[in-house]
């Protein structure tokens, strides 16, 4: 699984940190996320996936499934 963020598009909501701290950080200054982990392993799927789904701005991405 391979983690795309659109940074541009992304509005510092912090949700997807909520839903995998793990793989998303917030950078405060700037309100952008920080992508953690590229390439997550497959027991964080469901976490990603949720952070992907409720990002308001639809600035994350999975790929491989
Ligand atoms: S949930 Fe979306 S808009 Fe909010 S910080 Fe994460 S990537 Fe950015």
Do not use: H, W
């Amino acid at each position: 699984m391979k983690v795309i963020i659109d940074v541009a598009a992304c509005q510092g909501y912090a949700c997807c940190m909520m839903e995998a701290p793990s793989v998303f950080d917030l950078n405060e200054d700037e309100g952008k996320v920080i992508l953690l982990q590229e390439n997550p392993s497959e027991d964080l799927r469901t976490q990603v996936d949720t952070a992907a789904r409720t990002c308001p701005a639809k600035a994350i991405r999975l790929e491989n499934g």
